[in-house]
Nanobody
């Protein structure tokens, strides 16, 4: 059964750094475009970053350029989200998502583009 499992969240202080991981199983990972979304308390889920199946293309939400870095290791079947200089407003549940893209090296920014989601990992930033 295909699944995505996120890890790496936790309680951190403002200014800290964090690396989230999402490991896939049961999928042809190197054919999957991947993305991270997050949902802050009381808010709708929003796009954070996306990466193509090769890792050669990435895209970020404008407000996250510079502090967030998405990367992947196709051998380890894992996508990462590095977050630096964490802010209180980075608090939320972070979800990874996958979309099969055989023959394409595109990135996708919208929730509806993805066919599988992880359960999410909580990131809480304190002052």
């Amino acid at each position: 059964q295909a699944q995505l499992v996120e890890s790496g969240g936790g309680l951190v202080q403002a200014g800290d750094s964090l690396r989230l991981s999402c490991t896939a199983s049961g999928r042809t990972f190197d054919s999957d475009a991947m993305a991270w979304f997050r949902q802050a308390p009381g808010m709708e889920r929003e796009f954070v970053a996306a990466i193509s199946r090769s890792g050669g293309r990435t895209n970020y939400r404008n407000s996250m350029v510079g502090r967030f870095t998405i990367s992947r290791d196709n051998i380890k079947r894992t996508v990462y989200l590095q977050i630096n200089s964490l802010r209180l407003e980075d608090t939320g549940v972070y979800y990874c998502a996958a979309r099969g893209t055989p023959g394409s090296d595109s990135v996708y920014l919208f929730e509806r583009s993805y066919d599988q989601w992880g359960q999410g990992t909580q990131v809480t930033v304190s002052s």
